[in-house]
C-alpha cells in the first residue's frame, strides 16, 4: 500500500495520492470525491471526478464549505442590516460559536476529504469511520481542527474519514422544487453526503480498510445526514453499523416536508429581492449567508415550531418520508446491521439557554411556550411531572429545558430505538451527562459538549476554544474519556461484542456517560410517560403538532 519513505503514496481509482506520514499515521487531506460544485456546477449534482495523471498532493485540506467566519462577518451583516424586515429572533446558539467555528479556508470548491490511516494498515484490513461533521448545515467541515480524527485513528486503529458537503443555500436550499434552471437543485447536501461514501466503498481497500466494516456516524446535523443515508436504500450496501448522536427531527438544519422547503425557497428569491431564479447561479454567496441569517432568526425563540429553514425535503426519491418516522415506525430489519444513538442531557442550552426565558423566565413564561403544543392543561402537567421529576431543578427556565431537550431530540432518539428493539437490530444508547463548568456551568452537558471526548482532543490549545470547558478538571475528563472512548471505538470495530448492556423493553439501559460511565436503566423512561400522558407518543404525532404551530405562526 504505502511507500516506505515519509510521504505515503496509495492509488485511488481516480489516480494517486501523496500524504503525509506523521505520528504514526499516514494522513491524506484534501482528497476530492467529486468535481468542484462552482461555474455551471453551482446548485448541480456531485460530478464523477476525472482521473488525474501522476501523484496528486494530498497533505493539506481543502477549503470548507462557504459559511461565515470571522474574516466575513462584517460585510455579511451590513447586508442583514439591509434586508432583516424585523425578524424577532435570536442567534440559534452561544456567542462564542463563530470564534470556536472559525474556518479561514472557505469556498464553494469544498467536496473534499481527510483521511487518517494508522501507519500499519496495510498489513490488515483495518475497520473504518465514516463521520459527517455537524454545524447545523451552516458551519464547520470534515477538516475542522477541534474534531481532527488523528487521536482516534492512532489509539483505536481505525481508518477515519470525514467528508466536506456542501453547507447554506448552495446545499440545503431547494431551488429546483420552484424553478426548471435548476432542477437538480433538491438535497444537494445530501447527494454530497452520498457521494463521499461511495468514493469510501470504491477506494477504502487501497488505504487499508475494510469496504465491508464501514461504521458512519455523525452529530446534529452529521446525524441528520446518517438517518437520511438509513432511509435511502442505495446507501445501504455501504456500511454495516450506525452511531447517531444528538439527532433532531425538529430543529433549523432538519428534514422539512415540500410546501415547507418551497416557502424557504421563495424566501430567499424575496429577500435577494430577484424576480428570476436564474439570478441564483450568479449571486454573491455572501448574499446567501445574509438570508441565512434572517431566517434562521426569522421567529421568536420562544416559538415551539419545526422551522427547517436549512434541513433536506422529504422529495420521494433521496429523502422518501421523513427519516425520524421512518426509522421510528417502519423501518426494516435490513436497515442497518448495529445502531448506536447518543443525545445530550442538556441538548436545549446551546440552542436557547442565552435566551431571557430560560436565564430569567417565569412559570407563566415557560407555559407560554408549551400551550400551542399541549394545550393549557398538558403545559401544566407536562411542567409539574418535570417539577416533581427534578426537584433540584428550582427554575422554570431550567425545567423548560428539560423538556425541549426531550421534545427536540431525545424523544424521537428513544422511538426510534424501540423500532430497532422490537425488529431485533442490537441497539446502545447513551446519554452525555458530565456537566461542564465554563460559562458559569450554565451550559451543563451541553450539545456538543461530547465531541472533545469521543475525538481525544483535549489538550489545552484546543480545549481552549470550547468555552464551555473552562476549569474543567483534566484528569477527570480523560478518565471519563477514555471509559466512553473505549466503547465507541469497540462498537466501531467490531460491534456490540464489548459494550453496556443493550437497549430493550424490559432494562432499557441508557449509558451515563459523565464523570462516571455508568449504564443506568430506564433513565429516561418518566419522561417519556410524562409526554405520553400529554398525548404524544410517536414522532409523527409531535411532528404533526410542531409543524401546525409553524402555520399558525405564519399566519400571525
Not at 482521473?51 to 462584517?74: C, D, K, Y
Not at 469511520?129 to 487521536?151: P, Q
Not at 428569491?269 to 434562521?296: G, K, W
Not at 429553514?309 to 448495529?338: C, K, Q, R
Request: aromatic share 12%; hydrophobic share 40%.
Amino acid at each position: 500500500m504505502h511507500t516506505e519513505t515519509r510521504s505515503p503514496i496509495v492509488t485511488t481509482r481516480q489516480g494517486r495520492i501523496q500524504g503525509l506520514r506523521e505520528n504514526a499515521l499516514d494522513i491524506f487531506r484534501g482528497i476530492p470525491y467529486a468535481r468542484p460544485p462552482v461555474g455551471s456546477l453551482r446548485f448541480r449534482n456531485p460530478q464523477p471526478l476525472s482521473p488525474w495523471e501522476g501523484i496528486r498532493n494530498a497533505v493539506v485540506s481543502g477549503p470548507a464549505s462557504f459559511q461565515m467566519n470571522l474574516n466575513n462577518t462584517h460585510t455579511v451583516m451590513e447586508q442583514v442590516k439591509r434586508i432583516d424586515p424585523g425578524v424577532p429572533g435570536v442567534p440559534a446558539w452561544p456567542a462564542y460559536v463563530g470564534k470556536t467555528y472559525h474556518h479561514e479556508n472557505i469556498s464553494e470548491d469544498c467536496l473534499y476529504l481527510d483521511v487518517w490511516v494508522p501507519e500499519n494498515a496495510g498489513r490488515k484490513k483495518m475497520p473504518v469511520y465514516v463521520y459527517y461533521h455537524g454545524g447545523a448545515n451552516a458551519v464547520s467541515s470534515g477538516s475542522f481542527h477541534l474534531e481532527d480524527g488523528a487521536n482516534l485513528a492512532r489509539q483505536e486503529n481505525i481508518i477515519v474519514v470525514r467528508p466536506n458537503y456542501r453547507l447554506g443555500a448552495l446545499g440545503w436550499v431547494h431551488f429546483g422544487l420552484i424553478s426548471d434552471a435548476f432542477p437538480e437543485a433538491i438535497n444537494l447536501g445530501l447527494k454530497d453526503q452520498f457521494a463521499a461514501l461511495q468514493w469510501v466503498h470504491e477506494n477504502i481497500a487501497a488505504f487499508g480498510g475494510d469496504p465491508d466494516n464501514v461504521t458512519i456516524g455523525g452529530e446534529s446535523c452529521g446525524a441528520t445526514a446518517v438517518s437520511h443515508l438509513l432511509t435511502y436504500a442505495p446507501a445501504r450496501k455501504f456500511f454495516r453499523r450506525a452511531i447517531i448522536q444528538s439527532l433532531s427531527p425538529f430543529n433549523v438544519w432538519c428534514t422539512q416536508n415540500q410546501a415547507q422547503a418551497v416557502r424557504v425557497a421563495e424566501k430567499y428569491l424575496s429577500l435577494l429581492d430577484i424576480s428570476s431564479p436564474e439570478a441564483l447561479a450568479d449571486i454573491d454567496p455572501e448574499r446567501f449567508l445574509a438570508v441565512q441569517n434572517v431566517l434562521t432568526r426569522f421567529f421568536h425563540p420562544d416559538k415551539n415550531i419545526a422551522w427547517r429553514p436549512l434541513g433536506g425535503v422529504v422529495d420521494g426519491e433521496w429523502i422518501p418520508e421523513h427519516p425520524a418516522e421512518y426509522l421510528s415506525s417502519h423501518a426494516a430489519a435490513d436497515t442497518v446491521n448495529e445502531l448506536m444513538i447518543g443525545f445530550a442531557k442538556d441538548e436545549w442550552q446551546f440552542f436557547r439557554g442565552h435566551t431571557e426565558t430560560l436565564r430569567h423566565g417565569s412559570v407563566q413564561d415557560v407555559l407560554d411556550v408549551l400551550t400551542p403544543i399541549y394545550g393549557s392543561d398538558g403545559a401544566q402537567q407536562l411542567y409539574e411531572g418535570y417539577k416533581e421529576l427534578y426537584p433540584e431543578h428550582r427554575e422554570p427556565g431550567h425545567i423548560l429545558s428539560d423538556i425541549m431537550s426531550f421534545e427536540f431530540f431525545k424523544f424521537s432518539s428513544l422511538k426510534i430505538a424501540r423500532h430497532f428493539t422490537r425488529l431485533g437490530v442490537p441497539t446502545w444508547l447513551f446519554q452525555f451527562s458530565y456537566d461542564l463548568p465554563g460559562w458559569n456551568g450554565e451550559l451543563r452537558a451541553v450539545h456538543t459538549g461530547d465531541m472533545p471526548f469521543l475525538w481525544r482532543n483535549y489538550d489545552p490549545e484546543r480545549l481552549s476554544q470550547w468555552p464551555a470547558f473552562d476549569g474543567i478538571d483534566i484528569d477527570e475528563l480523560k478518565h471519563s474519556a477514555g471509559a466512553m472512548g473505549n466503547y465507541y471505538a469497540a462498537f466501531i470495530r467490531h460491534g456490540g461484542e464489548d459494550l453496556w448492556p443493550k437497549f430493550d423493553e424490559e432494562n432499557q439501559a441508557i449509558l451515563r456517560f459523565g464523570k462516571e460511565v455508568i449504564p443506568q436503566k430506564r433513565l429516561l423512561e418518566q419522561e417519556e410517560k410524562l409526554f405520553s400522558a400529554v398525548g404524544i407518543d410517536s414522532v409523527r404525532q409531535l411532528e404533526e403538532r410542531l409543524s401546525q404551530h409553524l402555520e399558525q405562526a405564519f399566519k400571525e
